[in-house]
């Protein structure tokens, strides 16, 4: 069974840092593309950061751009999001998925973040 499960958000002030986790079951994170997607309240969903097939090729939104960073842990099939220098307009629910070209992003159940003090 494929299955994506995202932990560690969290309620964090400004400028604080977390690191979310997606561990990945039934295939394998190595060599597919992998991204990390979030959604605020009332708003659509916004591609944040990317992580590109066998590689390490990355790509980010610009509002998070040098404060995110995505990485994966090929060892324990994780894909991980690493955020520091947060701000309030960064509180959403995060989802890590899986695109594959021609079919449907597949989503995990999503891990909240609040940004406030």
């Known amino acids: 069974e494929v299955k994506l499960v995202e932990s560690g ?16 079951s039934g295939f394998r994170v190595s060599n597919q593309n992998m991204e990390w997607v979030r959604q605020a309240p009332g708003k659509g969903v ?3 950061a990317s ?3 066998g590689g390490s090729l990355t790509q ?5 751009k ?3 960073t995505i990485f994966r842990d090929n060892a324990v099939n ?3 999001l690493q ?8 509180t959403a629910v995060y989802y890590c998925q ?5 079919l449907a992003p597949f989503r995990g159940q999503g891990t909240q973040v609040t940004v406030s003090s």
């Open 60 to 64: 980010y939104a610009t509002s998070v």
């Open 98 to 102: 899986r695109d594959q070209p021609g």
């Open 78 to 80: 994780t894909v991980y």
């Open 9 to 24: 958000g969290d309620l964090v002030q400004p400028g604080g840092s977390l690191r979310l986790s997606c561990a990945a």
């Open 51 to 53: 992580i590109i097939g």
């Open 83 to 90: 955020m520091s220098s947060l701000k309030p307009e960064d």
């Open 66 to 68: 040098g404060r995110f």
């Open 46 to 48: 916004e591609l944040v």
